[in-house]
Nanobody, 113 residues
Framework: QVQLVESGGGLVQPGGSLTLSCTAS??????MAWYRQAPGKQREFVAT???????NYADSVKGRFTISRDNVKNTVSLQMNSLKAEDTAIYYC?????????WGQGTQVTVSS
């Protein structure tokens, strides 16, 4: 049974940093990702990373967020710097292993003074 468990969310001031982590179990994954959903908005892409380490970022987070993964531990992380109020959202860990995609339960990130 595949399971993804996120951790690391919380309240941070604008300009601050936060690191999210996701531990996966039950399979190995060719692609792991972070998505987010702000109140009243659709879930949106944040970043992806392949098993070989190739990364892709949304323009809104490029240069501020860094995605990384540990294939041995089956974890994916999201280092978030220079956080803005508009980064406030529930952040979801996602993982793809053909032919299915899986999601974690989400972790809240709130950027506010």
């Amino acid at each position: 049974q595949v399971q993804l468990v996120e951790s690391g969310g919380g309240l941070v001031q604008p300009g601050g940093s936060l690191t999210l982590s996701c531990t996966a179990s039950g399979s190995s994954f060719s692609l792991m990702a972070w998505y987010r959903q702000a109140p009243g908005k659709q879930r949106e892409f944040v970043a992806t990373i392949t098993s070989s380490g190739f990364t892709n970022y949304a323009d809104s987070v490029k240069g501020r967020f860094t995605i990384s993964r540990d294939n041995v531990k089956n974890t994916v992380s999201l280092q978030m710097n220079s956080l803005k109020a508009e980064d406030t959202a529930i952040y979801y860990c996602g993982a793809y292993h053909h032919p299915a995609a899986y999601w974690g339960q989400g972790t809240q990130v709130t950027v506010s003074s």
